[in-house]
């Protein structure tokens, strides 16, 4: 998970980031998580990976390695012990080809 696939056009790393600086926006994602998507220019395939929640597939696209782990988080858990433990699992299963581990 190098940076060679790296594609900063893609449009889950201002989501990604969006997220992890607004309390707002991170509750209207967990209540309504389509309606957020709908607000950025996501490519039809990057948005079913976010909702697939299959973290393989996006960085095959060019995410940015370190962001996937803040995804993972902002998803599955960010707190520190369980919610954080779930998060990891999660992302290492979809790096393991597991396809979507919503």
Request: glycine share 8%; net charge negative.
């Amino acid at each position: 998970m190098g940076l060679e696939k790296f594609d900063p056009a893609l449009a889950v790393h201002d989501l990604i980031q969006d997220l992890k600086w607004s309390v707002e926006l991170r509750a209207e994602f967990a209540a309504n998580e389509a309606a957020v998507l709908d607000c950025y220019p996501l490519r039809q395939d990057e948005r079913r990976a976010i909702e697939t929640r299959n973290f393989l597939a996006l960085y095959d696209m060019g995410l940015h390695p370190y962001l996937g782990g803040q995804l993972a988080r902002l998803i599955f858990g960010n707190e520190a012990g369980k919610g954080a433990t779930v998060a990891v699992n999660k992302l290492v299963e979809s790096l393991q080809g597991k396809g979507s581990v919503a």
